[in-house]
């Protein structure tokens, strides 16, 4: 695997998981880890973060 495959991976990854948290947080679910719930605010930096890393990464693959 090369290095453009690999970014775009992670790209294509990083899209997915922040996807998914976002759409947790327009429907409000809950999502809980054993006992402990996991907060909406958690799931909102994992979608800036995540969408952070898969434009960066989206456009390391397409220049490399």
């Known amino acids: 695997m090369n290095l453009k495959s690999f970014l775009f991976l992670i790209a294509m990854i990083f899209s997915a998981v ?3 948290h976002l759409v947790r947080i327009v429907l409000n679910t809950d999502v809980m880890i054993g006992s402990w719930t996991i907060p909406i605010w958690m799931s909102v930096v994992v979608v800036i973060v995540g969408a952070i890393i898969a434009c960066k ?3 390391f ?3 490399n």
């Open 61 to 63: 693959s397409k220049n």
């Open 57 to 59: 990464s989206f456009k």
């Open 18 to 20: 922040s996807l998914i």
